[in-house]
């Protein structure tokens, strides 16, 4: 089946056959061929790189193009929303029937809005939690969604994202009964199941572009689940390195799972001086730039020095410690080819589309912090496996996991290999997990009486495959929750969210951490400083994973603890309680970080003094802006005005990693804490000083180039004189060819 074949509008098939797609491929085919372009709801399962997201384009568009509809797209991470954002955006500009060009947004974070500004595109890119909490604050464009893809589909049995997901497709399906679904997976088991719970036909199969074989190294030999078996030359005595080598010799790459990051950093050294062999002259080069790229970076740390040495020898490592910035320039030198071995944590499996010729599983086992190790799920197996296989560039894909003996070896091949991945189950059946939900149902206006909730939640895929009896227990318990702390209120026979409760449902935080905030600051403390406030916060179990503390740690943080009595607004955990002490311990620790941070201390400095590394930093500090966001707004409510000015100034050094004094500065655009500590400490300390200076005098200030000293001169009202444009005139191109360190 071609594009051509397909009833879709003039326009649409033009992009794409100039995007180089002519021929379908047989899932595609299939699903198209359902009757999903004419309407109803469609479960695709199929693997991953056969084409599942073209299908959601060409279901999206046509909605769109034709019938004037509005789509969202929804995906559980930031960096998949980016990748759909750009997959669509090659639509953007196309006529529709109704008339106008078609538009497309991203949008995640900030979840204390309605973004009403979505209004006017057609296709809006969003995360599952965005979504969720748009819902919660009753975004009315969301009425006129028409199309829904739920990407990731078997996420639904995440004991983390599922209920958020789940909870989402049950509301959007509420408001807008006629809303179609289009749920994507590579690997669903009970795929008919789902497809019954949403309503939807199905179409799930296990064609791949690129075949797929699966196998178990064990003793220089890989056992393969067709039969066959290949002998690996031992070069390195290690089985990992051997099996990956004989890849990058036969002109492939090779994606190796490790199952912590550390183990990934160590794995990519030892790599290194293999792969470094094998190099051209022009890949050598390539490399090298990137390498140079990595130590560029703001976040440069002796964690992205190591990075860029592996680089430079081919390989690298990917976890969720590394900034944003060092991950894209490794996962765009995967994909470009030159990184010959990159060596992942798991976390990279639900991230980006990065494949390569072989993928190797150093361990079926995974380390969780506080419960040790345990063996993974056949379904995460499976999913690490998708990455096999190049499409367009590789004949076949190869999936190794590895085995220290023979009885491992058969282990691994009849519990893995051979096996088929578990059920999807739904996870919301939990009342940590319920409590957010059933206020945000109350909150909303989706239900207010015991019937009204049962009747939505019965709904939900938990209701589908439990039952209701099973899940009215948990509501109820839920329900008694929120009303004793204020959250809900009954009135003649309904429920409805009182204004502390409402606001803690748009806020989009646990009502356990709202409950952790408000007692905070109702029960005060000898002292409230800065850190009375990163303690509060950090307690929250919206505050997490925070920073564990290593054992060598302890005595440092029992002084931190020392030195802050007085300070704490909840009562600290004594060392004499046998559960909680180390918990406590980890929140002094989380609150020492961010003080750190807010008082400038480097990333270098605060990975040496904490561990913390950058990827972790950075979403420390997403997660305590919101927050102390959080908590100024539970202060408006308690009218606990003395805290407000402090709560407002922290979620501001918090956002920037600024001391109070750089605040002005730093609200430039532009301007972050390398570039507002320069000007400070060259005398440009407020709005008047750097609108008397000459833009020669903000040149000479390091880190200030003149796109920047513009912005400035801008921002303030400043005039530009023309000497001042001579100068930028003059002095533009010299000062573009200069690096800056960023800011």
Request: aromatic share 6%.
């Amino acid at each position: 089946m071609g594009i051509e074949d397909l009833d879709i509008p003039e326009e649409l098939m033009r992009v794409l056959i100039e995007s180089g797609y002519r021929e379908l491929y047989p899932p595609q085919a299939d699903a198209l061929r359902s009757g999903i372009l004419e309407g109803g709801n469609l479960v695709l399962a199929s693997p991953t790189a056969s084409g599942k997201t073209l299908v959601a384009e060409i279901v999206v568009m046509k909605e769109v193009l034709e019938r004037g509809g509005k789509a969202l797209y929804l995906t559980p991470l930031r960096a998949l929303a980016k990748e759909k954002y750009r997959d669509f955006s090659k639509y953007r500009g196309l006529r529709k029937a109704s008339g106008g060009r078609v538009r497309v947004a991203m949008t995640s974070g900030d979840y204390d809005t309605s973004d009403p500004h979505l209004s006017r595109y057609d296709v809006v890119i969003s995360t599952n939690e965005k979504a969720d909490s748009l819902l919660r604050h009753r975004a009315r464009w969301l009425e006129d969604v028409s199309v829904v893809v739920a990407d990731e589909i078997h996420l639904l049995t995440d004991p983390h994202r599922g209920p958020t997901l789940e909870a989402t497709l049950t509301r959007l399906r509420a408001i807008s009964p006629r809303v179609r679904v289009l749920a994507l997976s590579a690997t669903v088991s009970n795929v008919d199941e789902i497809a019954d719970w949403l309503g939807a036909k199905r179409v799930a199969t296990e064609w791949r572009p690129v075949p797929l074989r699966e196998g178990v190294y064990c003793d220089g030999e890989i056992s393969f689940n067709d039969g066959s078996s290949r002998r690996i030359p031992r070069e390195s005595g290690n089985p990992v390195i051997d099996v990956a080598m004989e890849t990058i010799r036969s002109g492939g790459q090779v994606l190796i799972f490790s199952d912590t990051r550390r183990g990934a950093m160590v794995m990519g050294k030892r790599i290194s001086a293999y792969s470094k062999r094998l190099l051209g002259k022009r890949e050598a080069e390539r490399l090298r730039a990137i390498s140079r790229s990595i130590l560029e970076g703001e976040s440069h740390t002796r964690l992205s020095e190591v990075l860029s040495g592996l680089v430079a020898d081919g390989a690298a490592f990917h976890h969720a410690g590394l900034s944003p910035r060092d991950r894209e320039l490794i996962e765009d030198g995967f994909r470009s080819g030159w990184i010959k071995a990159l060596v992942a944590t798991p976390t990279l499996a639900a991230g980006v589309n990065l494949p390569a010729r072989s993928v190797i599983i150093s361990s079926h086992e995974r380390y969780e912090p506080g419960f040790g190790r345990s063996p993974i799920s056949v379904l995460e197996y499976k999913q690490l496996c998708g990455r096999a296989g190049r499409p367009k560039f590789d004949d076949y894909g190869e999936a190794v996991l590895i085995a220290r003996n023979e009885d491992e070896r058969d282990m691994l091949m009849e519990n893995y290999v051979m096996a088929k991945p578990e059920r999807i189950w739904s996870k919301m059946a939990m009342e940590g997990v319920l409590r957010p939900h059933v206020l945000a149902t109350i909150a909303t206006g989706y239900a207010s009486s015991e019937e009204g909730l049962r009747d939505f939640f019965g709904r939900t895929l938990c209701a589908f495959q439990y039952g209701m009896g099973n899940v009215e227990p948990k509501l109820g318990r839920a329900l008694s929750f929120l009303y004793k702390e204020g959250m809900v209120e009954l009135r003649r026979g309904r429920f409805f969210a009182t204004e502390f409760g409402r606001r803690v449902s748009e806020l989009y935080i646990d009502p356990l951490s709202a409950v952790v905030i408000r007692d905070g600051l109702l029960n005060g403390a000898e002292r409230v400083t800065e850190f009375s406030f990163l303690h509060l916060i950090s307690r929250t179990p919206d505050m997490s994973p925070k920073p564990y503390p290593r054992r060598k740690e302890y005595e440092r943080l029992e002084a931190i603890a020392q030195e802050h009595e007085g300070e704490f607004l909840l009562e600290p955990i004594s060392p004499e309680s046998y559960y909680g002490y180390e918990e406590f311990l980890a929140e002094v620790k989380c609150a020492s970080v961010l003080m750190d941070w807010i008082e400038e201390v480097g990333e270098e400095e605060i990975l040496e003094r904490h561990g913390v590394e950058p990827g972790d930093l950075l979403r420390l500090i997403e997660g305590a802006e919101w927050l102390m966001h959080a908590a100024g707004e539970i202060s408006k409510l308690l009218g606990k005005g003395e805290h407000l000015r402090m709560l407002e100034e922290l979620t501001l050094r918090i956002r920037h990693g600024v001391k109070r004094e750089l605040l002005f500065l730093v609200g430039i655009e532009g301007i972050g804490r390398v570039r507002a500590r320069a000007l400070y400490n060259a005398g440009y300390r407020d709005a008047e000083s750097l609108r008397r200076a000459a833009v020669s005098e903000l040149l000479s200030v390091p880190t200030i180039g003149p796109a920047i000293a513009k912005r400035i001169k801008e921002h303030v009202g400043g005039k530009l004189t023309q000497e001042d444009w001579a100068i930028l005139r003059g002095r533009g191109k010299r000062f573009e060819q200069r690096p800056l360190t960023p800011s």
